[in-house]
């Protein structure tokens, strides 16, 4: 195998590249030695040294306790939960919330064998007594293994007398019902509420 195959081999592994799109990226890469490829190696080769999961959420970083973690600003009696670090970043481009956070790591699956110890959910039992929190918010997908996390969880987090919430699912914002799929429009018409709060 060639050191052009291996690279190509590679990059076919990352998500949402192919063998061909990985041919064209590496392909790309090796046209910009220079410019992007050297600088590319070696930011890659720093970030394996350097960066590492937080202690406390999860969440990557280059130091432990992570930023979020460390902001005294964030309100930590709120704590959204998530199944991958991917979903914390996108709850944080919104900039709609200002609690802290907890990576579970995945999701249960009996087919997958991830169970309840394969998760970090006993670090979450400890953050919740140890840290006061007042509010856990569930921000799992909507799949079956999800949803039974959530499920999971409640009765997990039950006797701790935190509160258990979960994101509103439903029709989203500039979403045309035509375009919807059926488990979609079912959830918002069971999650829906009256138009003027009284």
Known sequence: MTEIDRVIQLLAKLPGL???????????LFKRRESLLLPLAQA??????????????????????CEICADGRRD??????VEDVADL???????????GYHVLGGTL??????????????PLVARIAREGVAEIILALS????????????ADRLGPSGVAVTRLAHG??????LDYLD???????LAARRPMQER
């Open 142 to 153: 909507t799949t079956v293994e999800g949803q039974t996390t959530a499920h999971y969880l």
């Open 109 to 122: 699956s009996a087919l997958e064998g991830v169970g309840p110890d394969e998760l970090r959910i006993e």
């Open 171 to 176: 029709v989203p914002m500039g979403g045309e």
């Open 182 to 188: 059926e488990g979609t429009l079912a959830a918002a």
């Open 76 to 81: 930590g009696r709120r704590i959204c939960v």
């Open 44 to 65: 890659l080769a720093e970030s394996a040294e350097r960066v590492r999961a937080c202690g406390n959420c999860g969440n990557l970083d280059t130091v432990d306790p």
């Open 18 to 28: 192919g063998p061909r799109s990985a041919r064209r990226a590496a392909l790309f």
């Open 89 to 99: 970043w996108a709850i944080e481009r919104s900039g709609a919330f200002s609690g």
